[in-house]
């Protein structure tokens, strides 16, 4: 979730609903998609694109485990249970059954772009979203799933929750001249809190050169898909859930060193 630097997102569940609830850093800005447990091949998703602050979301979770604990005396009663935390979903995927939710449980800074943290991912994990009672089994599944696995998130892919690794430095850079032509087509009614969080999470590159101050706005503009690898992943979701759940992931290489160097200057 891209709320200014992700924390992390919070994955909880009861019988017929997973809760999905994405935080920022600080703890203060919160997201929460519902995804429906009862549809045994479809993928029904519901974002109320509303941002909750700490104590709101609290509240939320509350009400859910208690409206969703069975009345009192009954057996197995259960409320609102965590499942994992992870710092981003990587896509869904299905197969001969229903989806499955892919997220990131673990994550390596391994570079910075101008104030842009860059992430590799480590770990992943897969959730099956239906619930046992309405799953329809396939004896197919277990092997497809063996070979979607078979490709190793954890070697050389990467994330940035503010930065547009799909386009080049020099195309990132054009966005000075025009940020909200490039992203309006995504979200058109958010360009005055895009424009707050661009100024918060950007740099200027042109200060010790004595121009004018400007914004470098990074994966606010629409990525280019054919180096976005979950591109697939998320065809589903991009056009229902608010853009700060879509995180764009990309398979390559990314090192960044530190360089220490001498100016002598003489004089004749």
């Not at 935390?85 to 896509?91: L, Q």
């Not at 004896?139 to 998130?153: G, K, M, W």
């Amino acid at each position: 979730m891209r709320l200014e630097e992700a924390s992390h997102e919070c994955f909880y569940f009861y019988s017929q609903r997973y809760f999905l609830v994405g935080s920022n850093h600080a703890q203060t800005k919160h997201r929460v998609l519902k995804i429906d447990r009862t549809e045994p091949k479809d993928l029904v998703i519901i974002d109320d694109k509303h941002v909750y602050n700490h104590q709101e979301v609290r509240e939320l979770l509350g009400r859910l485990d208690l409206g969703n604990r069975t009345k009192m005396g009954q057996k197995g009663s259960s409320g609102l249970s965590r499942a994992v935390s992870a710092f981003g979903i990587v896509g869904f995927v299905r197969f001969l059954e229903g989806y499955y939710i892919v997220l990131i449980t673990k994550r390596r800074k391994m570079a910075d772009i101008g104030g842009h943290s860059i992430y590799k991912i480590e770990d992943t994990t897969m959730i099956y979203i239906p619930n046992d009672s309405v799953r329809v089994s396939h004896p197919d599944e277990a092997r497809y799933v063996r070979i979607f696995q078979n490709v190793d998130l954890s070697s050389n892919f990467y994330f940035s929750y503010s930065y547009d690794l799909s386009h080049s430095l020099q195309y990132n850079l054009t966005l000075l001249q025009r940020p909200y032509e490039l992203w309006s087509a995504a979200a058109p009614s958010t360009k005055e809190e895009v424009h707050a969080q661009g100024k918060q999470d950007s740099f200027d590159i042109f200060e010790d050169e004595g121009l004018p101050t400007q914004v470098v706005y990074g994966i606010q503009n629409k990525p280019y898909y054919k180096y976005v690898w979950n591109g697939k992943l998320l065809e589903k979701i991009k056009d229902i859930v608010h853009p700060d759940w879509l995180m764009y992931i990309i398979h390559g290489f990314c090192g960044q060193s530190s360089i220490l160097f001498k100016l002598w200057v003489g004089f004749i």
